[in-house]
């Protein structure tokens, strides 16, 4: 019977000692615990804050829940609507505007439910949703497009060496031409030389 008691004691002290090893690691332990239940609560406890129209102190934890980040998108979200509806119970109308512009950043559908919100803060948040800047849509990059030259380009942009200009070669050619005439007319102009060229020979006989 000793031993049977023993025994039922032993497993479950050694199963807290398990447990208890287990989350006082690091990383695992209780060290992570209070961080994530104030993040849990801070919206809540703000909210509460609301209710009581501690507005201020609602602020406070608000301020430091948005600067500290790390939220996901729908509890910052929460918190901007929250931070708006306080400033409208402070009288801050400008600060509420900017808040519900702030959800509305993150969120472009949320709306305001008129059963749960009072007429003051939807006539808020219909004000700053006409006045919200749009939010910037990003701008397609545009493709980087060569040119392609045209033939008639392409002919202007490769210039062609002299040396293939049929223009120089013709003036070439004339030029050896003048200087020859100028050589071959040097003599007397009496003088019936050998300078004399021959008459051209006959035309081949086509009848054959």
């Known amino acids: ?3 049977r008691i023993r025994n ?21 332990g ?5 961080t994530a239940l104030a993040q849990t609560d801070d919206l ?4 509460e804050h609301y209710e009581f129209a501690e507005f201020d102190q609602a602020l406070a934890i608000l301020d430091g829940m948005i600067a500290a980040g790390g939220q996901s998108d729908e509890r910052m979200r ?18 509420a505007e900017e808040a519900f512009c702030e959800a509305l ?3 472009p559908d949320w709306r305001p439910d008129p059963v749960f919100f009072p007429r003051s803060e939807v006539e808020v948040f219909e004000r700053a949703r006409a006045a919200c800047p749009e939010p910037m849509a990003e701008e397609p ?3 980087v497009v060569e040119a392609v030259p045209t033939p008639a380009r392409e002919a202007q942009s490769q210039s062609t060496a002299w040396y293939k200009k049929p223009l120089v070669w013709v003036g070439a050619a004339a030029a050896v031409v003048v200087a020859a005439v100028a050589l071959g007319g040097g003599g007397d102009d009496g003088d019936d030389g050998p300078g004399d060229l021959p008459p051209p020979p006959d035309p081949p006989d086509q009848t054959k």
Do not use: K
């Open 105 to 107: 950043a993150i969120d």
């Open 78 to 95: 929460d918190a901007q609507v929250l931070r708006a509806r306080c400033h409208v119970g402070l009288g801050n109308a400008n600060l």
């Open 1 to 3: 019977m000793v031993s």
């Open 30 to 34: 209780f060290g992570g615990v209070p």
């Open 44 to 47: 809540q406890r703000a909210r």
């Open 141 to 143: 990059a545009e493709p």
């Open 8 to 28: 039922g004691t032993a497993r479950p002290l050694l199963a807290l000692v398990v447990l208890v090893t287990y989350l006082t690691m690091p990383g695992l």
